[in-house]
């Protein structure tokens, strides 16, 4: 019934004198000196005056038209918004990490440093890297400071190098890094099982190039299989092999890239390491060296000697400083909570699960969806609206329609390999029951299809808002309400 009422915004239920001050009368002179008088206002040109119950009301209508993974399976594929398990919330909200001060002498935060190191030591042992920096605060923050990392050993060998090549089935950031750190970009086509084709990164490599950018598993899902053969080509010419980690989800306690020749990687810690993902962050995207990277490490770096914390920012040859302090540290702690709550046996139970959800989706929509590449996939798998396109329904007309049955949609669209692509990554959050509602959906809507595809051109029928004008909405946007627009 919430999602028939039509919610008015705050200022069409204003009336004069209403408002939330439950305060008595000042029975003392009030005082013109209160902050100096700077930040004092008399009126707010018009602001709503509307009464406490109708505010408390009015959000809480609003945060009920939205969805969230705690309400239900969010299979945004290559995004991995798995559940966030509440006990890291609770414990990186102690107060002994909140209330830390940034500047305080290192006697006084040892422990917080500690905390720092420790998860280095936990992600270099989870992933087979030498040294960890967990300064990048996203994922493609942490893809520049790799790159940036490889620039920076190159031209301090006197061999900057100008290319870099990256396989189209890369995430879509990957070539903005490169870029930005002076690179230009060449892409690598990849072969009819979807991985990257060797003769082509074999044709493409030269001692011009500074590396290799590699997804792994790729956007489609894929594993890399003949990595080693990719790192050796690489190496053989002098260049680097940087990885990007954000689907490290499917990997961890199984392979570590270490172990496949990359010399550099980023990992997602708000994909991959449960902290809440999206809505602005704050993410994390730590990144992980081989010895000969790490003399360039960001500043600070957190050292250990005998028992004692240091922080130490005198490294000549840094790339400097990423970010602020040591970064969003709290989404640190909780990656931290995740990783020893899990232990060794639950991180790799984590990919062994998203790997089953996910073909257990897979193998469930064969044959109602095409599906372009056929290779055995690991935490995702890539769907196409090939069939329903033969009824006129796109995959935006089926996203919306899923939107109907109370799921949210799959990540469209992408990778571009894939034209009208659906890329559903479960995760191994998800309980059986879940998986089969939201297969069951999709069954659903692969029938509506081919016996009444209006119903799915015209979806969503259930919202507030219907089918949006996303062109007019992305070139025009009406960020603030006016009364007389």
């Not at 469209?412 to 890329?423: D, K, Q």
Request: include cysteine; aromatic fraction near 6%.
């Amino acid at each position: 019934m919430i999602r028939e009422i039509r919610e008015p915004l705050l200022f069409e239920i204003s009336a004069e004198g209403k408002g939330c001050s439950y305060l008595a009368p000042l029975d003392v002179p009030e005082s013109a000196e209160t902050l100096s008088g700077v930040a004092l206002r008399e009126t707010i040109e018009g602001f709503p005056e509307v009464s406490e119950t109708e505010v408390t009301r009015h959000f809480t209508r609003l945060s009920q038209k939205n969805y969230c993974v705690d309400m239900g399976i969010y299979p945004l594929g290559s995004c991995t918004m798995k559940y966030n398990p509440k006990i890291n919330e609770k414990l990186s909200s102690l107060p002994a990490f909140t209330e830390s001060h940034p500047q305080a002498p290192e006697e006084d935060i040892q422990g917080n440093l500690e905390v720092l190191k420790l998860t280095e030591k936990l992600l270099s042992e989870i992933t087979g890297m030498d040294a960890f920096s967990l300064q990048p605060a996203a994922g493609a923050h942490g893809e520049l400071a790799g790159m940036m990392l490889i620039r920076a050993l190159l031209e301090d060998r006197g061999d900057p190098r100008k290319f870099v090549l990256i396989p189209d089935s890369a995430h879509g950031t990957n070539p903005s890094s490169a870029h930005i750190c002076g690179y230009t970009v060449k892409e690598i086509k990849s072969n009819a099982a979807g991985m990257i084709d060797l003769g082509n990164l074999a044709e493409a490599m030269s001692d011009e190039v500074a590396a290799l950018m590699v997804t792994n598993p790729n956007t489609l899902g894929v594993f890399e299989s003949e990595i080693l053969e990719a790192t050796r080509i690489v190496h053989d010419k002098g260049g680097l092999v940087y990885m990007d980690g954000a689907n490290m989800n499917a990997l961890t306690g199984i392979v570590r890239p270490g172990d496949m020749g990359v010399d550099v990687l980023h990992l997602n810690l708000h994909k991959t390491f449960s902290t809440p993902h999206g809505g602005g962050g704050p993410g994390s995207g730590p990144v992980g060296v081989k010895k000969i990277l790490e003399p360039y490490l960001p500043v600070p770096v957190v050292v250990e000697k005998e028992g004692r914390f240091a922080i130490d920012t005198d490294r000549p040859k840094s790339i400097g400083r990423m970010r602020s302090f040591f970064a969003n540290y709290l989404v640190v702690v909780r990656a931290l909570c995740y990783i020893l709550s899990l232990g060794p046996r639950g991180m790799r139970e984590i990919a062994e699960t998203a790997v089953l959800n996910a073909n257990y989706i897979r193998k469930s929509l064969e044959g109602l969806y095409h599906l372009k590449y056929d290779a055995p996939t690991l935490h995702e798998c890539v769907f196409s609206d090939k069939r329903q396109k033969e009824h006129g329904v796109s995959n935006l007309d089926i996203a919306k329609r899923l939107i109907d049955t109370g799921v949210h949609p799959p990540t469209m669209s992408f990778p571009l390999i894939v034209h009208g692509a659906l890329m559903i990554e479960p995760t191994e959050t998800e309980s059986r029951r879940d998986l089969d509602l939201f297969i069951e959906a999709m069954v659903k809507i692969a029938g509506e299809a081919e016996k009444d595809p209006e119903v799915l051109r015209s979806a969503p029928h259930i919202t507030y808002v219907r089918r949006l004008d996303e062109t007019g909405a992305a070139r025009n946007p009406v960020l603030r309400w006016e009364k007389n627009p």
